[in-house]
């Protein structure tokens, strides 16, 4: 741990979201020199998933040594922020640092993302941020050592934390641009810095969003505000830097940094927006025992067509929660012939998911076969003599049809009903995040027993025949789905 060096001492802190997390971390750590803190937080009253209160943080923060004003607020209100800014002025005679700690997350793409959420997001990431510096910025120029501190990532720029939650990239880049901006704008004057996480950090946040055996795989919020207090130690001419926590330890002679893991010796989840590719930190995420609540589904757009792509857009017009609970399975096609390429189905996770392009976890069964039998095999069109040629994988490919189309002459021709990834009551934590809710045509149900007990009468001449069993009547007779034995190909 970084020892306290007594430089905080005195000086005046305005935190926000510093009820619990990184934020009431931060508190502490400076509250051991004997700051004064101002904990401007929403909660104010106990919640029922959420640790901590504004009150139990003050208490915490007396208790570590310092002084402390709490302060019922948030930030998207104009003149909750300003009251708290003038009544930390008036209780403690001034403010020398802001540390910009709220902020909410919601990590679904742009089609699941409802307004209300991007409203929450950019209201308390970005313009929470903006606001709040502007209200507390004509102190900090009259402050001996002024500093803003942004809990922001890097600019990267790389489209991959983009494609998959846009308006929550879009909302945290906007606190880091107003370090970018405001750095310059005030230089010489006060310094504005952002600080981010190299690893997943364990909050309340990320234990709902990440799900169960995310934990091991995080820091405590310790190393954050050990990095915050070496940053916030440094003269107002150190600014317009955006600074990882471990890299500023190591600046500062930190070596050991398992005493930050919350499992010490256990494999480290990366944080976002840095170098690290997010299908590998879900990939890390699954291999040691999470379960991704926040795991972004792959895209279901087929990046080319035929009937390849046409039988996916089928198959993805009847997968739903139920048809993934009845199979469990994730499938993989490597596919020859006229339409070559690599093709996933994933009945294993949330409502489930297919398209072009590599399965999003560890594939159960992997098939290799000609694009043209596949496509006949999901048609019900291969005969037996050429199935013969592919061992096990008719198994699947039949099992999987035969749920896809039981769940919908379960459930009629309806929407999926919407998955709801870890919820959050958007207490400056994190968002309510909603998962997909998708549309599709899907194929007529074909309900068991199928023979000569159920065809239909001829049609009138001049219309196509009716497949056994395919009737409006038959609807109410499709079984639930069933749970079917998975073949794994060598």
Known sequence: MLQNSGKLAGCTLFITGASRGIGKAIALKAARDGANVVIAAKTAEPHPKLPGTIFTAADEVEAA??????????????????????????????????????????????????????????????????????????????????????LSPPLNLNPVWFKNH????????????????????????????????????????????????????????????????????????????????????????????????????????????????????????????????????????????????????????????????????????????????????DLKSGSGSAGQGEPPAKADVVMTMDSGDFAKMFAGELKRREARRLPGAVSMVTAARCACRAAEADHGLHDGEAAHQGRHDARHQAGEADGPHEQGQAVRPRPPGRGPAHRAEPPPTGQRPRPPGRGPAHRAEAPPPRRFQLYVLP
């Open 166 to 345: 846009t308006a929550y990239t879009m909302a945290k880049y906007g606190m880091s641009m107003c370090v970018l901006g405001m750095a310059e704008e005030f230089r010489g004057q006060i310094a504005v810095n952002a600080l981010w996480p190299r690893t997943a950090i364990q909050t309340a946040a990320m234990d709902m969003l990440g799900g169960d055996g995310i934990g091991k795989q995080c820091r405590t919020a310790d190393i954050m505000a050990d990095a915050a207090y070496a940053v916030l130690s440094k003269p107002k001419d150190y600014t317009g830097h955006f600074l990882v926590d471990e890299d500023v330890l190591k600046e500062h002679g930190v070596k050991d940094f398992d005493q930050y893991a919350v499992q010490p010796g256990h494999p480290l989840l990366p944080d976002f927006f840095l170098d690290e590719a997010p299908e590998t930190l879900v990939q890390q995420m699954e291999q040691h025992g999470a379960t991704p609540a926040f795991k972004a589904p792959p895209s279901d757009t087929p990046l080319s067509g035929g009937p390849i792509g046409n039988t996916f857009d089928i198959i993805r017009g009847v997968i739903n929660e139920d048809v993934v609970k009845a199979t469990q399975g994730v499938y993989r096609f490597d596919l020859s012939g006229d339409h070559s390429g690599v093709w996933f189905l």
């Open 65 to 150: 040594g310092g002084k402390v004003l709490p302060c019922v607020v948030d930030i998207r209100d104009e003149q909750q922020i300003g009251a708290a800014v003038q009544k930390a002025v008036e209780t403690f005679g001034g403010i020398d640092i802001l540390v910009n700690n709220a902020s909410a997350i919601n990590l679904t793409g742009t089609l699941e993302t409802p307004m209300k959420k991007v409203d929450l997001m950019l209201g308390i990431n970005l313009r929470g941020t903006y606001l709040t510096s502007k209200l507390v910025i004509p102190h900090l120029l009259k402050s001996r050592r002024p500093h803003i501190l942004n």
